[in-house]
């Protein structure tokens, strides 16, 4: 039996067949002390312990520590100290089932006797609903007018009573053709980019019978026909809605939607569609989404025309990092009017199947199915991105809640992995992060869903009023201070601006017409200085844990890295998305995180390959990280060294040291270096 088919069975979390291969490669093994006979041993701890049997592990971590290697040894102790209170627990609290087959919702999935129920919500979000939809019409007439005001001024350098009357008519007249034509517009980009397929009724009650009930009794009741079908052949979970006029209406889902739920949850999805279609909202979206998808396919076309490109390939990556910036920012257009939008959808799905538990699993359910596309330095998938208004929730943000997920699911943690919804619910960074995303966190989705569940008398999914009772034992004054204090970090290079602004001002008659350029450098150099030297801690604090009690963690911070040292196993790593570094996975026993690596300079600009070969060593052994952990869009920890757990021999040795502090005080240092220079140079010259 070989090393690598130990590992690969764990990895598949067939940890029986993991013990079997692992002990029988140890058993055969003449060099004990060799790395991979080590790493083998340390593979068996984790098999062992998520399999129950933490006896076993402290028998093989009680022999790793007698190594002579130190880190080892800490690995070790610390791996002894956890096993063995797992084993001091009592038995009936011991989790002594097959994580193989552990499903990820806890609590009885119950549904109310009926469908088709009332439910309460504040008069206020169909306000804001109505209000979202106005506004969003607004700023895109809006927005072709002022396109057409620049191009008068551009053609004739003034604005007439004429022209003023042209822009009118035209912007109203190209604002209808968009309206109705934009649901042919994502037709053909669906069809050329991901090959839709129509299916009738017929088709989708083999797959999901429910889903078909909710849909007719919806169209029968309000006298609309069946709308459109759509299936994408893709392992992403996606369900979108779009269309300009009820009885033409397309609801298109993917394969990957149908892996991950059950037939009761994907008949939540529909009905969740249908809520769009009920509250009117799909129209606009269709009117807004329409352009900003043709935006993303010109992003698609560049891109694959810069790898297609023999000369001028950096030409081909501007311009297609130009568009996709653009599409970035049009998704502004669509975010409140998708906020409004889902929390009434939300309510009409738990009304019209009486299920408000289906879809609290469903969105859970497909945070874990977006995982593999969720990460950084990873492809994203199009279909998800292309569709983040249109669809039921944002792929950007559901990082966290598939990596919780994920530990629920397959870790054996003595955690509440659940507890990763109390960041969203009441951390105050949430909100920041929600006017980034075009649907609401599904921590507060999820909120909701568990009031409906009690309004018909039903259990909540994921123990979720137990979550809303430590939700009020939070030290709210605590989370409010961290808050403040994130702001100020965040905004100090802006703040810097300010006064360098302000005291411009103050002497602008005493100096020439560069003061203002010149403080600005300094006032935005000592603003990024003082934001690195808070924002990276120094290592006096640094504190021994796991992935799972800091992703679940409701203080963390969204800007302010905590100091931290976990042991795990390096699975892979790629360039982070403007190539400045590179971006790693760590698992641990518990669950995974990404990791941010930046070289210096040397390594970086003079000799990358010195850095790939270290990277290369350390790919899939243990190691121990040392960074300062953030909760932001990606749970990640910004690495300061990262270091093997077995010490090997000389020449093999490889470890990481990241330069986080260093690029920010050499790029802070030059900023007011440029801008006393500056200051100076004006002094004499002018």
Known sequence: MSLKAGKEALLRKHYTEAIAILTEYCQTSFDKNSKDYIQAQIWLVSAYKKTGRADKAITICERLANSP????????????????????????????????????????????RKSG??????????????????????????????????????????????????????????????????????????KQYHRIQWITLADLDEKSPESVEVIEKFCEKHNIFVPRLGWIEDDAPVAFIYGVISNSARIVVSRGLFECLDDDEIAAVYAYQLGRLRNKSF????????????????????????????????IWQIAATCAHTIYNLSNYLLIWLSHASTVLSDRFASEVTGNPNALARALPKMARQMLPYNQPAMPTNRLLESTRALGICDCQTMT?????????????????????FLWEICNPWRLWLEVHSTHPLVGKRLKFLAGYSRQLGLLTEYDFAELLKEEKKLNKRKLYQNFWRD????????????????VAQLFAQLYNRWLLLSLSMIGLGL?????????????????????????????????????????????????????????????????????????????????????????????????????????????????????????????????????????????SSLLVLMGLATLLLTSRLF
């Open 69 to 112: 290697d130190p880190q080892l040894q800490k690995w070790s102790q610390k791996s002894i100290a956890t096993l063995q209170g797992i084993l001091n627990q009592p038995p009936s609290d011991r989790i002594q089932r097959n994580e193989d087959v552990a499903s990820v919702v806890q609590s009885d999935p119950r549904r109310y």
């Open 117 to 190: 129920v009332t439910l309460a919500l504040p008069s206020r979000y169909t306000y804001f609903l109505i209000a979202a939809i106005i506004a969003t019409i607004l700023s895109i007439v809006g927005l072709q007018f002022l396109t057409g005001y620049l191009l008068a001024l551009i053609i004739t350098g003034e604005f007439t009573q004429i022209w003023f009357q042209l822009t009118v008519i035209v912007t109203g007249v190209i604002s209808l053709l968009l309206f109705f034509m934009s649901p042919w517009i994502i037709d053909i980009t669906q």
């Open 283 to 314: 129209a606009v979206l269709t009117f807004v989404s329409a352009p900003v998808q043709i935006l993303y396919y010109i992003y698609v076309s560049l891109s694959r025309a810069s790898y297609r490109a023999k000369s001028a390939k950096q």
């Open 400 to 420: 966290a809640i598939g990596l919780a997920m994920e530990i629920a699911h397959s870790g054996q943690t003595d955690q509440n992995p659940y507890r990763v």
């Open 487 to 502: 702001l100020l970090i965040q905004i100090s290079p802006f703040v810097g601006i300010a006064i360098a602004a302000i």
């Open 527 to 667: 603003g990024f200085m003082f934001q690195g030297s808070l924002r990276y801690p120094d290592f006096r604090r640094v504190s021994d844990t796991d992935l799972v009690s800091l992703l679940t963690d409701p203080y963390a911070s969204y800007v302010q890295g905590a100091p931290v040292q976990i042991p795990g196993e390096l699975l892979g790593y790629g360039t982070d998305d403007f190539y400045l570094g590179y971006a790693m996975r760590l698992e641990d026993q518990g669950g995974f995180a990404f990791l941010n690596y930046l070289p210096n300079f040397h390594q970086w600009i003079i000799d990358p390959s010195n850095t790939i070969k270290n990277l290369e060593i350390l790919r899939d052994r243990s190691v121990i990280a040392t960074g300062w952990f953030r909760r932001s869009k990606f749970p990640i920890i910004d690495l300061s060294t990262l270091q093997p757990i077995m010490q090997d021999r000389p020449k093999q040795r490889a470890s990481l040291v990241s330069y986080h502090q260093f690029w920010n005080n050499v790029g």
